[in-house]
């Protein structure tokens, strides 16, 4: 069996009537009612979304065999997995999250950098997450001119470094000289 694929995390109980708040990681939010049962990482338990509708930034969904708030309650922050054969294919240039984290990175005269390690998005695109093998992790911008190849076939991905990251100043800084700062 292929690793399963985080698609979505239970959220706060919605109302009396055992709803809960469903974060969905995928493309079109309701798809998560169209995977069939959906398991804990370990697959020691399975739920099965009954009903879902959109809200504002999550869906409200129902799961079969909890029907008080209290049941809903107790699911707050488990994440919900399929199989990776589940997902439907990627086309050329798109990629699940799933398949990056583990490749190695190197740089374009493949030299190693390290390990994606993960891929993250705070709203203003996808930050890829490198850890080389010593120091600090690298968040770098998942563009095309950064990423510019994700090998799959080779388990690698070329990340071309930026000159410098916007806001860094690489001279160090001095005091001024005389009056105020």
Excluded at 3 to 19: E, K, N, S
Excluded at 65 to 88: F, Q, V
């Amino acid at each position: 069996m292929t690793t399963p694929i985080c698609v979505a995390r239970i959220g706060a109980a919605h109302g009396v009537r055992g709803a809960v708040r469903l974060w969905a990681f995928t493309e079109d939010p309701l798809a998560v009612t169209r995977y069939g049962p959906l398991t804990t990482k370990d697959g020691a338990r399975q739920f099965e979304v009954t009903h879902a509708r959109e809200a504002k930034d999550h869906l409200v969904a129902t799961l079969k065999g909890i029907a008080t708030r209290e049941d809903a309650e107790r699911l707050n922050g488990i994440e919900l997995y399929i199989a990776r054969e589940k997902l439907p294919d990627t086309v050329d240039d798109e990629y699940y999250h799933a398949d990056l984290i583990g490749l190695a990175a190197v740089n374009a005269a493949n030299e190693p950098l390290g390990r994606v390690i993960a891929i993250h998005n705070f709203g203003a695109g996808d930050i890829i997450e490198i850890a080389p093998p010593q120091g600090s992790t690298m968040l770098l911008p998942f563009t095309n001119a950064v990423v510019p190849t994700v090998d799959l076939a080779n388990g690698r991905v070329v990340i071309e470094l930026p000159a410098e990251i916007d806001g860094d100043d690489p001279s160090p800084s001095r005091p001024r000289e005389g009056g105020d700062p």
